[in-house]
Nanobody
Framework: VQLQASGGGLVQAGGSLRLSCAAS????????MGWFRQAAGKSREFVST????????NYADSVKGRFTISRDNAKNMVYLQMNSLKPEDTAVYYC???????????????WGQGTLVTVSS
């Protein structure tokens, strides 16, 4: 499975961005997908996950109510809609794929290259 994230950029606090993750490979729709982020000098952390069918989602407390994860299995795409962005959301955002859903980055099998989100105050 190959993943490519896009959509990052510079936005003012309170603004919105939509991240996209294009997936390719065999049986992509069978994998759970997740978004993680890594701020400068910090370890990678869980942001959101979505089940293979899209029927189950999970969010970190820090983004709950502001971010929405979705997927389009017909297009092999995963999205992260980010609203009400805060400076503390600044990080490199990564999409990932795995069979088993966890909030621990090290358990995820496939990773995209990351896209930088910068939120100015």
């Amino acid at each position: 499975v190959q993943l490519q994230a896009s959509g990052g950029g510079l936005v003012q606090a309170g603004g919105s961005l939509r991240l996209s993750c294009a997936a390719s490979g065999r049986a992509v729709s069978r994998y759970a997908m997740g978004w993680f982020r890594q701020a400068a000098g910090k370890s990678r952390e869980f942001v959101s996950t979505i089940s293979s069918s899209g029927g189950s989602t999970n969010y970190a407390d820090s983004v709950k109510g502001r971010f929405t994860i979705s997927r389009d299995n017909a297009k092999n795409m995963v999205y992260l809609q980010m609203n009400s962005l805060k400076p503390e959301d600044t990080a490199v955002y990564y999409c990932a794929a795995a069979v088993l859903i966890t909030t621990t980055p090290t358990t995820w099998t496939y990773w995209g290259q990351g896209t930088l989100v910068t939120v100015s105050s």
